[in-house]
């Protein structure tokens, strides 16, 4: 880590900042995590479980105290537990998985959502994350490992295969199974590993294997690398583990790991925006990050003599787009630990010159687009999300903490079903020839 102590603090403020979210964002009943700061907006499961990620960060930097992080994890882990689960349009879930999107205060399906397998993961994640780190001798503690692990156990992955090989995006009451599947390289990396590690429904082997075959390897801009678009894919399952010098057998094959596939995505990323091919304003060295984000449309604007289309929340990605000039500061934050030497100089653009933390209450907004002029009278001069998103907020917070510390990686490392799971999809090497099971 950089031993620059104006760069320590920039990261210890937005870490902070961003933190808030996480304190304010979250109904103290039941735990759950508004996914954006909209009026009447939904709970997501994701945003949920990068929450229970995010606590023991905040007890460690001293953000909160950890008498209040055992009670907002518990108030989450009981609900989870005890919510309805069944095959009924309201419950709050159902298998072991969870909907999408719940109700803020009742927490029950809302927007006739899917049942999410990705989704899923993230909680589990971080219900996990919580087992492993309150490890006191108390009734409290004890009860958030317990929990952690029933919810574990209560997820039948073999179900969400639908007698297939790979695994699928989800399930609804009213129509079955979603007819998508996980293929590609993607966020379900994280996926596959908690399900071939699962203590009660453990995936075969062979699924692993069949979501892997659909994997592609380019070369771009100099880089080989593992191919995804959007830069939130190299890094969300990079959250909880530590990939440096483990590999499965795609990797061992190509001499690489997805930790260094990570740091060639950010070069990527980076390159892209320095050739700029669509003409963007103000892209190049320290203005870049392009992935799944909200945007100033759908409509199109002529702009200095062109036509340009914008797009509302789509997976922008690089080199092949969408790309319509919207960037997005929280992932450009997440790639911190993969290539330190390019993102902060790029993270201090984004507050110092792009002042994208100046008017917001938590740390960056979503995103934002120079190239779009955005509402008359902002205060930028271009269009800037209006909204903060918690699975934007969570990876700021983790990743800076593993780029300082590596905490939330050593946390992982005494997970047995993560271990398990990386064991299974035949990872070898580095850190794993010492873990225990």
């Known amino acids: 880590m950089s031993n620059n102590t104006q760069d320590i603090d920039t990261l210890e403020n937005l870490q902070k900042e961003t933190f808030g979210y996480f304190l304010h964002e979250t109904n103290p009943a039941n735990g759950l995590v508004i996914d954006k700061t909209a009026p009447d907006w939904p709970a997501s499961i994701a945003s949920t479980g990068l929450a229970l990620a995010c606590y023991p960060v905040g007890v460690k930097r001293g953000f909160m105290s950890r008498a209040k992080a055992v009670e907002k994890t518990l108030a989450t882990l009981r609900f989870f537990w005890n919510s309805p689960q069944g095959p009924e349009h309201d419950a709050t879930g159902y298998k072991g998985f969870y909907y999408h999107f719940l109700d803020m205060k009742t927490g029950r399906r809302l927007w006739d959502c899917e049942l999410s397998t990705v989704d899923t993961a993230f909680l589990l994640a971080g219900a996990l994350t919580a087992g492993i780190y309150f490890d006191a001798d108390t009734d409290d503690e004890a009860?958030?490992?317990?929990?952690?692990?029933?919810?574990?156990?209560?997820?039948d992955w073999q179900w969400a295969q639908n007698k297939g090989e790979t695994l699928t995006h989800g399930w609804k009451p009213e129509s079955g199974f979603l007819p998508y599947r996980w293929e590609g390289y993607d966020e379900a990396l994280l996926l596959y590993i908690l399900a071939l590690g699962s203590p009660t429904y453990p995936l075969p082997v062979s699924s692993y294997n069949a979501w892997t075959s659909t994997y592609r390897w380019e070369e771009i801009y100099g880089y080989e690398y593992l191919y995804a678009g959007p830069l939130f894919i190299h890094q969300l399952s990079h959250v909880w583990i530590?990939?440096?010098?483990?590999?499965?057998?795609?990797?061992?094959?190509?001499?690489?790991d997805y930790f260094e596939n990570s740091r060639r995505a950010t070069y990527v990323q980076q390159q892209y925006a320095i050739n700029n091919p669509l003409k963007f304003k103000d892209y190049g060295h320290y203005a870049w990050g392009i992935t799944a984000s909200e945007g100033p449309g759908p409509g199109n604007i002529k702009i200095n003599g062109i036509e340009r289309e914008f797009f509302d929340y789509v997976g922008r990605g690089v080199p092949y787009g969408p790309d319509d000039g919207t960037l997005s500061p929280w992932a450009l934050t997440a790639s911190l630990p993969f290539a330190p030497e390019i993102v902060m100089p790029a993270l201090n653009h984004c507050i110092h010159q792009a002042k994208m933390t100046q008017f917001?209450?938590?740390?960056?907004?979503?995103?934002?687009?120079?190239?779009?002029p955005g509402e008359p009278g902002n205060p930028y001069g271009w269009?800037?999300?209006?909204?903060?998103?918690?699975?934007?907020?969570?990876?700021?917070?983790?990743?800076?903490?593993?780029?300082?510390s590596h905490f939330i990686w050593k946390l992982m490392k005494r997970c047995p079903y993560l271990v398990k799971g990386l064991q299974r999809a035949g990872f070898k090497g580095g850190w794993l020839h010492t873990a225990m099971l």
């Open 143 to 155: 009860e958030i490992r317990k929990l952690a692990d029933a919810l574990c156990q209560r997820t």
């Open 242 to 256: 530590d990939f440096r010098g483990i590999q499965d057998d795609f990797m061992r094959k190509k001499n690489s």
């Open 360 to 372: 917001n209450s938590y740390g960056f907004k979503a995103s934002f687009n120079p190239s779009h």
């Open 383 to 404: 269009w800037v999300s209006p909204w903060h998103f918690g699975i934007n907020q969570g990876p700021i917070i983790l990743m800076i903490e593993n780029y300082r």
